[in-house]
């Protein structure tokens, strides 16, 4: 498969284990939080998504955190299985940009 | 509904030439960004069309171009190519402009220049 990030920070999870991917993100004035989840030779992938008036917000067996004050986002996912192996990246939206994070590879182990 | 096609899939280019991407949005939306994706940069923002006008661009060359259509396909122009301008060009679509919502990704075109 295609390669989206040599040196990317790695997660490594048993299966089955709760995995927790965090993100600093750049502006304060951002309102608008994605994470998306890459596999390999495919494009970016909707997980879920947050607005900044809310603090938590949770989908099947994933649940984003949003800490405004410190800037930070994360994503923890339950049980998590060899299917969630992939890079999974933040996002924000800045004055109608979406602005990327460096991305974090899980892997899950069997 | 189908999902976001892109195409070509890959393509193989000299420096000096030019290339021209196809994206063909989720039926019903009218928002359609591009990216570049390479190892050391990341998912990169290009530009957003929205309703056949461009909202937003980010911070790449001139030689950067797009445009949307009425039936809000779109295509990516990149002239005069560059060796680092190698990478894989997603784009993605959206039924709010803006990047206020949820973005549906196509596959991407590898482009790889020589």
């Given at each position: 498969?295609?390669?989206?990030?040599?040196?990317?920070?790695?997660?490594?999870?048993?299966?089955?284990?709760?995995?927790i991917?965090?993100?600093?993100?750049?502006?304060?004035?951002?309102d608008?939080f994605?994470?998306?989840?890459?596999?390999?030779?495919?494009?970016p992938?909707?997980i879920?998504?947050?607005?900044?008036?809310?603090d938590k917000?949770?989908?099947?067996?994933?649940?984003?955190?949003?800490?405004?004050?410190?800037?930070h986002l994360?994503?923890?996912i339950?049980?998590?299985?060899?299917?969630?192996?992939?890079?999974?990246?933040?996002?924000?939206?800045?004055g109608?940009?979406?602005?990327?994070?460096?991305?974090?590879?899980?892997?899950?182990?069997? | 509904?189908?999902?976001?096609?892109?195409?070509?899939?890959y393509?193989?280019?000299?420096?000096?030439?030019?290339?021209t991407?196809?994206?063909?949005?989720?039926?019903?939306?009218?928002?359609?960004?591009w990216?570049?994706?390479?190892?050391?940069?990341?998912?990169?923002?290009?530009?957003?069309?929205?309703s056949?006008?461009?909202?937003?661009?980010?911070?790449?060359?001139?030689?950067?171009?797009?445009?949307?259509f009425?039936?809000?396909r779109s295509?990516?122009?990149?002239?005069?190519?560059?060796?680092?301008?190698?990478?894989?060009?997603?784009?993605?679509?959206s039924?709010?402009?803006?990047?206020?919502s949820?973005?549906?990704?196509?596959?991407?075109?590898?482009?790889?220049?020589l």
């Open positions: 498969g295609e390669s989206v990030g040599l040196h990317l920070p790695t997660l490594s999870v048993q299966e089955g284990d709760n995995s991917i965090n993100c600093a993100y750049s502006n304060s004035a951002s608008y994605i994470w998306y989840k890459q596999e390999s030779g495919k494009g992938q909707f879920i998504d947050i607005r900044s008036n809310m917000r949770q989908g099947q067996r994933v649940t984003v955190l949003l800490n405004k004050t410190v800037k994360s994503l923890q339950a049980a998590t299985q060899p299917g969630d192996s992939a890079v999974y990246f933040c996002a924000e939206n800045e109608f940009k979406t602005i990327f994070g460096a991305g974090t590879r899980l892997f899950v182990k069997a | 509904k189908a999902g976001v096609t892109q195409t070509p899939r393509l193989i280019k000299t420096r000096g030439q030019q290339v991407l196809s994206c063909s949005p989720i039926s019903g939306h009218r928002s359609v960004s990216y570049q994706q390479t190892p050391g940069q990341g998912l990169q923002f290009l530009f957003e069309y929205f056949e006008t461009q909202r937003n661009k980010g911070n790449f060359p001139g030689r950067f171009s797009g445009r949307q009425s039936n809000s295509e990516m122009n990149v002239s005069t190519l560059e060796l680092g301008d190698s990478a894989l060009y997603l784009c993605a679509s039924s709010l402009a803006g990047g206020d949820e973005q549906f990704f196509g596959p991407g075109t590898r482009l790889t220049v």
